[in-house]
């Protein structure tokens, strides 16, 4: 679903990162539901595709970066929501590895974990573009083709260090 991304900020520093086709309608809802007036949009993007997952992307992050309250609140900044938002954008577009240690799917709507350690991975724009366009060559997701070079270049470094000779007098076993 396209939807903007949004952050409100209540008058006590609270930070709301959500989503909404309409988010200053969505802030006069939030405002009503929480008898708050001084609740302030401050910042929303641009609509964007699988806002959805863009969110939930966006909450884990900024879970890392800041306190998670409870729902979509945190005590947090503006920037490091703004921030969060950026970071999410680019993992849903593939640029990024999702971060925050293990991954949960849904099976018949119920959670499942994987056991994948998740890391973040920066690409810097040109390369990126460049990698996008070699998994699409080779019809693979970006992340596993991302997730395979990344592998093969551990496994090459590996094999590429040499154990260290030993001293002299030392005797090999």
């Known amino acids: ?47 964007v595709e699988n806002a959805g997952e863009t969110e939930h992307l966006a909450h884990r992050t900024l879970a890392l970066i800041g306190k998670h309250i409870h ?14 938002i950026r970071i999410a954008k680019r993992q849903a577009n593939g640029l990024e590895l999702p971060l925050g240690g ?5 099976c018949n709507g119920r959670p499942i974990e994987t056991r994948s350690k998740v890391v973040t991975l920066r690409i810097a724009d040109e390369l990126g573009e460049r990698v996008k366009a070699q998994a699409r060559a080779d019809r693979r997701k970006l992340s596993s083709f991302l997730a395979l070079i ?3 270049g551990i496994k090459a470094m590996l094999e ?10 030392v005797r090999k076993p």
């Not at 409100?8 to 959500?18: A, C, S, Y």
């Not at 729902?71 to 969060?84: I, L, N, R, S, V």
């Open 1 to 47: 679903m396209r939807a903007h991304l949004y952050v409100m900020q209540r008058p006590d520093g609270r930070i709301k990162l959500g989503r909404s086709i309409n988010p200053l309608r969505r802030r006069g809802q939030l405002a009503n539901q929480i008898r708050e007036d001084g609740l302030a949009l401050v910042y929303q993007t641009e609509r």
């Open 71 to 84: 729902d979509e609140w945190f005590e947090a900044t503006p920037e490091q929501a703004c921030e969060a």
């Open 102 to 106: 293990l991954l949960t799917r849904k």
């Open 150 to 152: 990344v592998e093969d």
């Open 160 to 169: 590429t260090e040499k154990p260290e000779k030993p001293g002299k007098g």
